[in-house]
């Protein structure tokens, strides 16, 4: 089957912790495990059933989606405040950055199919809840904001489990496919969520709009309670039982601190969540009070952006980009700034040029994260999965909270549309810097044999 990667991290120049070599996985009795060449070669019965866990998060992305749909609307149309929206973001991102390396550690010791569905359970708990005080009419922005924090927390545990369960199940030729199914069930998400949403909320009362998400949550854990996930194990694995989570923590932050790659790809998220997620914030208010749009008009644009991350997936799951992985990731950035930059541009009479840049930038992010996801996946050994994706949604949103407060300086100062330009040129300084540099372009190349170094 074909392999990745030249960039395999080498003994003498990266972490020396743990060897692919060593990787053994847990797997059902049902399912037949091939070993060629280095490489592990995975039954179609684990693939079919990854596909069903897949399914079911469907269910589960579009429903949270809606939650936190009307959840913004709600607080941009209760507030108008650039503040509460930004406030609203950090809360969501602060628990990923706090969390997330611990989630990881735990995740890497705990069974990845239990974590889900706690973590899906509880997300529905907490909407319960929420519902429930809209329903009496005692809800507050506090709650919201609480209700928010938690979500988030679960969805520290949730995602890198998730993640790491990919790669024991998907052969590593299709990692980039699956990783834009991923995206498309983003993107098929964020077309659902926002036209979904805006029609229940101008037919239903508020608690049963974010209801909706429990019904869903319940589709996400039903596969889940029947189909087993295998757990991956090393010798190095058995000999730190007995380390502290902290010490697991510490490895994931070492292993991308001595992969060279891995550092570029940190930096790069990184710089990438300092441009977006200010962006996607501000994105209500740039509609109420630029376009003087409403929840409709917020709709659109969220779901053209859902209908780009959806053809975007479903491009990468179909063609699975070029043979050199970082190549579709920098070419789909490079892409995305220049789109975000026409939303930047669009005059306040013409949203509709605001919609066609945001779709476009909806087609690169599938492209881009997805090849990225893949290039980790495809090289970092199993058993550390966990730790190294949490290191990668932490020290990412990280620099949110410096992002949303030169975002709110500028918005303030010279109008929410100098983010948007601003945006566009940081995306397009690290598309530029990572083509040019050689070893980075060749992270995660398939090859056209097996072939490990």
Same mark, same amino acid.
């Given at each position: 089957?074909?392999?990745?990667?030249?960039?395999?991290?080498?003994?003498?120049?990266?972490?020396?912790?743990?060897?692919?070599?060593?990787?053994?996985?847990?797997?059902?009795?049902?399912?037949?495990?091939?070993?060629?060449?280095?490489?592990?070669?995975?039954?179609?019965?684990?693939?079919?059933?990854?596909?069903?866990?897949?399914?079911?998060?469907?269910?589960?992305?579009?429903?949270?989606?809606?939650?936190?749909?009307? @959840?913004? %609307?709600?607080?941009?149309? +209760?507030?108008?405040?650039? &503040?509460?929206?930004?406030?609203?973001?950090?809360?969501?991102?602060?628990?990923?950055?706090?969390?997330?390396?611990?989630?990881?550690?735990?995740?890497?010791?705990?069974?990845?199919?239990?974590?889900?569905?706690?973590?899906? +359970?509880?997300? /529905?708990?907490?909407?319960?809840?929420?519902?429930?005080?809209?329903?009496?009419?005692?809800?507050?922005?506090?709650?919201?904001?609480?209700?928010?924090?938690?979500?988030?927390?679960?969805?520290?545990?949730?995602? $890198?489990?998730?993640?790491?369960?990919?790669?024991?199940?998907? $052969?590593?030729?299709? @990692?980039?496919?699956?990783?834009?199914?991923?995206? *498309?069930?983003?993107?098929?998400?964020?077309?659902?969520?926002?036209?979904?949403?805006? @029609?229940?909320? =101008? !037919?239903?009362?508020?608690?049963?709009?974010? *209801?909706?998400?429990?019904?869903?949550?319940?589709?996400?854990?039903?596969?889940? &309670?029947? #189909?087993?996930?295998?757990?991956?194990?090393?010798?190095?694995?058995?000999?730190?039982? +007995?380390?502290?989570?902290?010490?697991?923590?510490?490895?994931?932050?070492?292993?991308?601190?001595?992969?060279?790659?891995?550092?570029?790809?940190?930096?790069?998220?990184?710089?990438?969540?300092?441009?977006?997620?200010?962006?996607?914030?501000?994105?209500?208010?740039?509609?109420?009070?630029?376009?003087?749009?409403?929840?409709?008009?917020?709709?659109?644009?969220?779901?053209?952006?859902?209908?780009?991350?959806?053809?975007?997936?479903?491009?990468?799951?179909? %063609?699975?980009?070029?043979?050199?992985?970082?190549?579709?990731?920098?070419?789909?950035?490079?892409?995305?700034?220049?789109? #975000?930059?026409?939303?930047?541009?669009? $005059?306040?009479?013409? #949203?509709?040029?605001?919609?066609?840049?945001?779709?476009?930038?909806?087609?690169?992010? $599938?492209?881009?994260?997805?090849?990225?996801? /893949?290039?980790?996946?495809?090289?970092?050994?199993?058993?550390?999965?966990?730790?190294?994706?949490?290191?990668?949604?932490? !020290?990412?949103? =990280?620099?949110?909270?410096?992002?949303?407060?030169?975002?709110?300086?500028? *918005?303030?100062?010279?109008?929410?549309?100098?983010?948007?330009?601003?945006?566009?040129?940081?995306? *397009?300084?690290?598309?530029?810097?990572?083509?040019?540099?050689?070893?980075?372009?060749?992270?995660?190349?398939?090859?056209?044999?097996?072939?490990?170094?």
């Amino acid at each position: 089957m074909a392999l990745l990667s030249k960039n395999v991290v080498k003994p003498d120049s990266g972490p020396q912790t743990k060897n692919l070599d060593n990787i053994v996985v847990q797997v059902p009795e049902s399912v037949i495990v091939e070993k060629s060449s280095g490489t592990s070669v995975l039954g179609n019965n684990q693939l079919k059933d990854y596909m069903k866990i897949f399914g079911g998060q469907a269910f589960s992305l579009v429903g949270s989606a809606l939650v936190q749909f009307a @959840l913004v %609307w709600w607080l941009t149309y +209760t507030t108008g405040s650039v &503040l509460v929206l930004s406030l609203a973001t950090m809360i969501v991102v602060l628990p990923q950055v706090l969390v997330s390396p611990f989630a990881g550690a735990l995740v890497d010791r705990w069974s990845r199919r239990n974590v889900m569905i706690v973590s899906d +359970t509880l997300s /529905a708990v907490v909407v319960a809840g929420l519902s429930f005080l809209w329903a009496i009419g005692a809800i507050q922005i506090a709650y919201v904001f609480m209700a928010m924090a938690v979500r988030s927390t679960l969805g520290s545990f949730q995602w $890198p489990a998730l993640q790491a369960s990919a790669s024991l199940m998907v $052969p590593k030729e299709h @990692l980039s496919r699956v990783n834009g199914m991923y995206q *498309a069930l983003s993107g098929l998400a964020r077309i659902a969520a926002p036209a979904l949403g805006a @029609l229940l909320l =101008a !037919l239903l009362p508020m608690q049963f709009v974010i *209801a909706v998400d429990i019904g869903t949550a319940a589709m996400a854990v039903l596969p889940l &309670l029947m #189909i087993r996930i295998p757990q991956p194990t090393s010798q190095a694995e058995v000999e730190s039982k +007995t380390s502290s989570v902290i010490e697991d923590i510490k490895e994931g932050f070492s292993y991308m601190k001595n992969w060279t790659g891995g550092r570029f790809i940190t930096i790069a998220l990184m710089l990438t969540n300092v441009v977006l997620i200010p962006t996607f914030a501000l994105t209500p208010l740039l509609v109420l009070l630029h376009f003087s749009g409403g929840a409709f008009e917020l709709a659109w644009i969220e779901s053209a952006m859902g209908i780009g991350m959806l053809l975007g997936g479903v491009l990468l799951g179909v %063609w699975g980009g070029f043979r050199r992985r970082m190549l579709t990731a920098l070419v789909a950035l490079l892409a995305a700034s220049v789109s #975000i930059s026409v939303v930047g541009l669009a $005059p306040a009479n013409m #949203i509709l040029v605001a919609v066609v840049g945001m779709f476009v930038a909806g087609l690169m992010i $599938p492209l881009a994260t997805g090849s990225i996801m /893949a290039v980790v996946q495809s090289i970092v050994p199993p058993n550390i999965q966990g730790r190294v994706f949490t290191v990668l949604i932490s !020290l990412g949103p =990280a620099m949110t909270p410096v992002g949303l407060g030169v975002a709110g300086a500028i *918005a303030e100062s010279f109008g929410i549309q100098a983010w948007y330009l601003l945006g566009g040129i940081v995306l *397009a300084i690290i598309g530029i810097f990572g083509g040019s540099n050689k070893p980075i372009m060749t992270l995660g190349e398939i090859e056209s044999e097996p072939k490990m170094e």
